[in-house]
């Protein structure tokens, strides 16, 4: 029985194949909805284009359907999805929230010492061309609750600062896209990797301002390569190996706490979820 109460996704930069962290995200978010008999929905997160290899995205599908992970119903591609992102920013602007900037990147590293843009161009350009539009981070705290790290908060202005929606080269800022798209596919549960839970508080701000519903939030335990670094394609991460996709999941199984033993791709699928169901619930559903 499909539940409509959850909806799950993986929404992956496809900036090179999926490597093994990227795996265990996917395959976290995949079992979660399961879990729960909601819907998983994967969403493609091209809207950085100069980073995504032609072909990249259609290589990463094919490495999930290798795994059994399949999505429920037909993936989105946020390079074709800019009208809802400029409708959101201009929300923004007409409320006040998001205001136009004048700085050069050199200006804000100069000013900013490189942490926290100090708000130079909240009260206006004063005679400079606009370059980007950022987010007023000035504001109540944002307080939030973790599945697995437990309640988190952070002030905004002091710890990210006022933050970019749309860059001066006119690329979509991921907090925004990313905000507009979980609620445009009703996204109840966000599960990723832990890497991203410092994104949060800025996406909770984007939810709140733009009237949108807050999802549920759960960071997994980041794979780290064995110098300790995350992985990723820029710290050269290898693509992740297909050749046993079973032995794929039951690593990727592992880097989340799971022990799975069985021998077919199905048959480790059917363990891990109620192995996930006993570690993050629901209750009902044990
Ligand atoms: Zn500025």
């Given at each position: 029985?499909?539940?409509n ?15 093994a ?15 729960h008999?909601?819907?998983w ?14 072909g990249a995205?259609h290589f990463?599908?094919g ?16 390079s074709?999805r800019?009208d ?5 920013l ?7 929230w998001?205001f136009?900037?004048g ?6 590293a100069a000013?900013?010492k ?6 130079t ?5 004063h005679?400079?061309p ?11 705290r944002?307080?939030w609750?973790?599945?697995r ?11 990210v ?13 991921y907090?925004l896209a990313?905000?507009v ?5 009703r ?22 301002l ?7 939030y759960?960071h997994?335990?980041?794979?780290l390569?064995?110098d ?11 693509a ?20 799975l ?11 891990a ?12 559903l044990?």
């Amino acid at each position: 029985m499909t539940s409509n109460a959850y909806i799950g996704r993986f929404a992956p930069s496809p900036t090179g194949p999926l490597h093994a962290g990227s795996l265990v995200a996917a395959f976290g978010s995949w079992l979660d909805a399961r879990a729960h008999a909601g819907q998983w929905l994967i969403r493609i997160e091209d809207v950085d284009a100069p980073r995504c290899p032609p072909g990249a995205d259609h290589f990463m599908l094919g490495q999930l359907a290798r795994c059994g992970l399949l999505p429920d119903a037909t993936p989105l591609w946020q390079s074709q999805r800019s009208d809802l992102y400029a409708d959101a920013l201009a929300d923004l602007q007409r409320t006040g929230w998001a205001f136009g900037c004048g700085c050069s990147r050199k200006e804000v590293a100069a000013l900013s010492k490189g942490l926290v843009y100090p708000g130079t161009c909240r009260n206006g350009l004063h005679g400079r061309p606009l370059r980007a539009w950022r987010l007023r981070s000035d504001g109540p705290r944002v307080d939030w609750h973790d599945r697995r790290l437990g309640p988190q908060s952070q002030q905004l202005d002091t710890a990210v600062g006022d933050f970019v929606l749309q860059r001066a080269d006119g690329l979509w800022a991921y907090q925004l896209a990313v905000v507009v798209d979980d609620a445009a596919q009703r996204v109840t549960d966000i599960v990723r990797g832990a890497d991203l839970a410092d994104n949060t508080p800025r996406q909770i701000r984007l939810q709140q301002l733009l009237g949108l519903p807050l999802p549920r939030y759960l960071h997994l335990p980041l794979v780290l390569a064995s110098d300790g670094e995350k992985l990723s394609k820029q710290n050269g991460a290898q693509a992740v190996d297909l050749s046993d996709p079973t032995n794929a999941l039951r690593e990727a199984g592992r880097a989340l706490g799971l022990c799975l033993q069985a021998a077919t791709l199905a048959d480790l699928q059917a363990e891990a979820i109620s192995a996930w169901r006993a570690l993050y619930g629901p209750p009902e559903l044990v």
